[in-house]
């Protein structure tokens, strides 16, 4: 029987800590198990604190988190540092010390002769229109001279840069095809064009319409006529083949570039050492194709006329070193014709080409065979392939573009960066006699401060009269004679005056100021990069401003810090100016050159130095460290005798020069044995020194304007004897030579029978065809 209600049970459990008793009272118990039964199944007394986060959960996952972008870090870094390729190491070695042997171009033995009408492809980067920095300069101006000889019949391959689509004349060749890898290492066809342009070196000026008045039916007429059509001497223009893009990506971005400062880039998806592959590769087949295509011969030709033909392939720096390996093969395995194309191959500098390389993978990429081992080779060092050196293994003759250099590094006087890269080829070429060197030339046409067209038009070109005083120099003063210069009464026949009206024009263009062209000018022209010596600048700045001199600097961006320049001409803003971009050199390089009175040239390489020789082309003397094939025409002043009176300025003395003025006429005559175009320093304290007696030999100049003339006329005869033929023994005599060597030593395949019956065969046809008449 239940209990009554209002009864209360007690609880028997006394040890149950949830049991209560109060003295006097009765008390009621609720045991816990009870108390549980009455609250949900699901609910815990603490819960609503554990869903709430406190610090310390925000501060594990922050952990957590870092830890686990330190162990993506660690795993990604591992695995980039096991794809880098392991450092190269090259042994430092002594090499011996060979007597460098020249030929001797006064006795020439008949196989040296070249013949009349030798094909000579120039395979280069830069030519002509496409010039980015002296090579290209030097290869045109060489061109030219052999061209204008009529000696050689020349051409030129070169990449069909983006720029020179509508500006010129270009017509299509031919379709050829290469072989390059994919991805998976399969052989796939690439298509490119080439295409074919005349490059005139002194194209004449446009002729304006002819306009006639004529009387037609009573009614006045005005006629115009065009002008006749301009033709232009064979000597004055050469073919220029130009290797087009590829049909596929990324080739087909090959070659794209706004202006020839970027020539040597390449755009994004294309790396550069693909682009210089693929290029050498179509010039390789193209250059296959001249030596061995008869396909462009007209089925009506005459019978006797000789098939497309190459004698001589002409390579120019180590971004085209590797056609020498393509064309050596092809020559090897009997694929350029029965008499196939010697392989000349011509070192433009000694230190930039040297480190020029491409990745063994990427060289096999544009091999036809596949299984090729490249490491087994001497000028592969870890994956990288040094380029140079294949050049110098494959070529059939090598040339470095300064002679006292090319004796240096066989005579073992000049230590060079990385010279143990192509120490072992070049001895060996010296050891056969096929390793010369011919110090480059000037090519007058294209930077004459006489005839440019941009001077002549603002009337700021130099005067006739100098130039016949040159003329007459040049052919009748040897270099142990003095020169005796009957200068003009007219002050407008002298080359100093054109040169103040060039400082003047540059005054009303606002580059200079008043003040500034009345002092002395220095010129520095080159690319922004260390080896280019603009380490030297922030001393060599101090000084020209202590002698008051003003500074030009123009020159396009390289690796040197341009913020650098920039501070300079900030702090010495009436002293130094800067013009770094395209649009100035062209406008006003001409101008500055005219107007320089010195020209800064404190390059730690040189291989020729042509912006000295082209300061001297100018009239102006050339401050320089005077390394490498500089020294072969820059001549140092002699040594500094100063003369200190009271209240008068410390002036060099004149030295072998004698001033002579006709009584009557007063026309001055000059005798000057002076021999010395420059002022050269090795050190810092070497520099302050030519720098200041630079400036106290302008200052006591001004003074004399026949002292002045004679030396502006001195700088500008020592250029004149750096021209490519130099009375029958300059260096395009010195290539002509070279080339007759490399076709004297070329091997040539064995006559198969099948081209002997051939040959029989032809025989008799001219044999019938004599018969006949």
């Known amino acids: 029987m239940p209990p009554p209600p209002h ?133 045109t101006s060489l061109v030219a001279a052999q061209q204008r000889s009529g000696n050689t019949e020349v051409a030129v391959v070169m990449p069909y840069y983006s720029f020179l689509k509508n500006k010129f004349d270009i017509d299509r060749v031919v379709d050829l095809v290469i072989d390059l ?45 065009p002008p006749p059509p301009v033709i232009i001497p064979h000597t004055e223009r050469v073919p220029v083949y130009l290797i087009g893009p590829g049909n596929r990506s990324p080739f087909s971005q090959a070659f794209r570039c706004r202006n020839p400062l970027h020539i040597y880039s390449s755009p994004a998806g294309l790396p550069q050492e693909w682009r210089d592959q693929y290029f050498a590769k179509a010039a390789s087949q193209f250059l296959t194709h001249q030596a061995t295509a008869i396909d462009e011969e007209s089925l009506f030709a005459p019978l006797l006329r000789s098939a497309p033909h190459v004698d001589v392939i002409h390579l120019h720096g180590a971004t085209n070193a590797y056609i020498a390996k393509f064309l050596d093969d092809r020559r090897i395995n009997n694929e350029l014709g029965p008499t196939p194309p010697s392989i000349v191959y011509t070192m433009h500098d000694y230190l930039d080409e040297l480190q020029y390389t491409n990745t063994v993978g990427n060289v096999k990429k544009f091999l036809d065979v596949s299984d090729i081992a490249l490491k087994d080779t001497s000028y592969v060092y870890g994956d990288r392939m040094f380029m140079s050196s294949l050049g110098i293994d494959r070529a059939d003759i090598v040339t470095f573009v300064s002679r006292t250099m090319a004796s240096a590094i066989v005579e073992g006087t000049l230590d060079f960066y990385l010279k143990e890269l192509v120490m072992d080829h070049l001895l060996l070429k010296a050891q056969q006699r096929r390793f010369f060197g011919i110090s480059n030339g000037l090519d007058f046409s294209t930077i004459h401060p006489f005839t440019n067209d941009k001077l002549m038009t603002r009337k700021l070109n130099y005067p006739e009269f100098a130039w016949k005083l040159l003329d007459e120099q040049q052919t009748t003063t040897t270099t142990t004679t003095k020169r005796v210069w009957q200068m003009s009464a007219v002050s407008s026949d002298f080359v100093a005056t054109a040169k103040d009206k060039s400082k003047r024009f540059l005054v009303r263009r606002k580059l200079l100021s008043e003040e500034e062209a009345k002092r002395p000018l220095v010129l520095y022209i080159g690319r922004f990069q260390y080896n280019k010596g603009l380490e030297w600048f922030e001393q060599a700045t101090e000084h020209f401003v202590a002698n008051n001199m ?167 005869s020592s250029a004149m004897a750096l021209g490519w033929d130099r009375q029958g023994k300059g260096p395009m005599h010195e290539y002509q030579h070279v080339y007759a060597l490399a076709l004297h030593h070329r091997s040539l395949p064995e006559l198969s029978r099948h081209e002997m019956e051939e040959e029989q065969s032809l025989l008799r046809r001219l044999y019938q065809a004599e018969t006949s008449l």
Not at 191 to 212: D, L, Y
């Open 181 to 225: 890898r994919d991805k998976q290492g399969k052989l796939v066809p690439i298509e490119f064009r080439v295409w074919k342009m005349m490059h005139v070196f002194n194209p004449p000026p446009p002729q304006a319409n002819i306009t006639t008045y004529a009387m037609i039916d009573g009614v006045n007429t005005t006629i115009i006529t």
């Open 550 to 716: 003003t500074f030009i600097i123009l020159g396009q961006e390289n690796n040197y810090p341009f913020s650098k320049l920039e501070s300079l001409a900030a702090k010495y803003p009436e002293h130094v100016h800067i013009l770094s971009t395209p649009k100035q050199h062209r406008q006003w390089s001409i101008f500055c050159r005219a107007a320089a009175d010195f020209v800064f040239v404190p390059s730690q390489t040189e291989s020729f130095g042509l912006v000295a020789a082209e300061g001297l082309m100018f009239g102006a003397s050339v401050i320089s460290t005077g390394v490498g094939g500089l020294q072969e025409f820059l001549h140092d002043r002699p040594e500094t005798k100063m003369m200190e009176e009271e209240n008068v300025p410390m002036y060099p003395q004149p030295r072998d020069i004698r001033l002579v003025r006709d009584k009557k006429t007063k026309v001055p005559t000059v005798t000057s044995g002076e021999r010395y175009n420059a002022y050269l320093f090795h050190d810092s304290e070497g520099l302050g020194k030519a720098i200041r007696d630079c400036n106290l030999d302008y200052r006591r100049l001004m003074a004399s304007k026949a002292l002045r003339e004679e030396y502006n006329l001195r700088m500008i």
């Open 7 to 139: 009864t209360l049970s007690l609880s028997t459990h006394h040890s149950s800590p949830s049991t209560h008793f109060r003295r006097g009272s009765l008390t009621t118990v609720i045991t816990t198990t009870q108390k549980s039964q009455r609250l949900p199944l699901n609910t815990s007394p603490f819960s609503k604190y554990d869903k709430k986060w406190r610090w310390w959960h925000y501060l594990s996952i922050v952990i957590l988190s870092i830890g686990l972008l330190e162990s993506f870090a660690l795993t990604l870094g591992y695995h980039f540092l096991q794809g880098q390729p392991s450092p190269i190491r090259i042994a430092v070695r002594q090499y011996p010390s060979l007597p460098y042997q020249h030929f001797n171009t006064s006795a020439l033995s008949t196989k040296s002769l070249l013949q009349k009408g030798t094909t000579v492809y120039h395979v280069t980067k830069e030519f002509g229109p496409a010039t980015m920095g002296g090579m290209g300069s030097v290869v």
